[in-house]
């Protein structure tokens, strides 16, 4: 499996062959100039929920690559009136396609598309696979309810964000890793607006201190999982 970061809290993720694409937010985020949108690759675009620093450029590249829109009901119902294919999803439900298993799980937040159209209920993703099992928490506050994930799911790592103001900061994230019961977390969320900039290297110390890895990867950069 294969990590690529393109900046706030969009990610590519290689996996058993597909490409999946997080939370499509580039052409606007000014950190992530140096990313050329027109060519990254994606077989399915998974959005968390419906504000536009999560799907700003879902339908220049769902249009492109023709990528399936996974996410919750009423965003796929929005991306379906406009020609893209999707596959709705609620939470607790889960479905197998052919990278994996994704099932949609429980966040802290809100949704509204930046036209007024309700987005659903916030969500995150839990993605199982032959290549490993990870967590993606899209934006949430820490929530008891990610204590079912570490009962529930064994995770090779998790992309949690860190970032505050608008989702849980650093030191929850912390705690969010030991609720989950996983020790390799890749932030996300933080840095791309005033009120979310973050200290680096006390955010990693944080995470020391709890016996987890927080890796904050370079903008571009891509790694092995
Ligand atoms: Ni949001
Ligand atoms: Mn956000």
Same mark, same amino acid.
């Given at each position: 499996? +294969? ?10 993720? &290689?996996?058993?062959? !597909? /490409? ?5 937010? #580039? ?18 675009? $998974?959005?968390?929920?419906? /504000?536009?620093? /999560? ?10 690559? *023709?990528?399936? #829109? ?9 991306? &379906? ?8 999803? +609620? ?62 799911? !064994? ?8 970032? +505050? ?15 989950? &019961? ?6 996300? /969320? ?7 900039? #973050?200290?680096?290297? *006390?955010?990693? %110390? &944080? ?5 987890? %890895?927080?890796? $904050?990867?370079? #903008? ?6």
């Amino acid at each position: 499996m +294969n990590l690529t970061y393109y900046g706030h809290s969009c990610f590519g993720v &290689e996996v058993n062959g !597909k /490409h999946l694409l997080f939370d499509p937010f #580039i052409s606007q985020n000014p950190l992530a100039k140096n990313i050329d949108n027109t060519k990254i690759p994606s077989d399915y675009i $998974l959005i968390s929920h419906a /504000h536009q620093d /999560h799907l700003a450029d879902v339908e220049a590249i769902a249009k492109r690559t *023709n990528a399936k #829109i996974i996410s919750n009901y009423e965003i796929v119902s929005y991306y &379906e009136k406009k020609g893209m294919k999707g596959h709705g999803m +609620n939470f607790g439900g889960s479905w197998q396609f052919d990278f994996g298993k994704v099932t949609y799980v429980v966040a802290i937040h809100s949704s509204q598309f930046p036209d007024g159209t309700f987005g659903g209920n916030p969500g995150g993703f839990i993605v199982e696979s032959k290549e490993g099992n990870f967590y993606f928490a899209g934006d949430t506050a820490l929530t008891m309810d990610m204590k079912l994930i570490g009962v529930r799911y !064994k995770l090779d790592f998790a992309l949690l964000p860190i970032g +505050n103001n608008y989702t849980m900061d650093y030191f929850d994230a912390a705690t969010c890793a030991e609720f989950i &019961e996983c020790d390799k977390i890749i932030g996300m /969320h933080y840095d791309t607006f005033t009120p979310i900039k #973050i200290d680096h290297e *006390n955010a990693i %110390e &944080e995470f020391e201190r709890n016996g987890k %890895e927080l890796s $904050l990867m370079k #903008i571009g950069e891509t790694i092995a999982m």
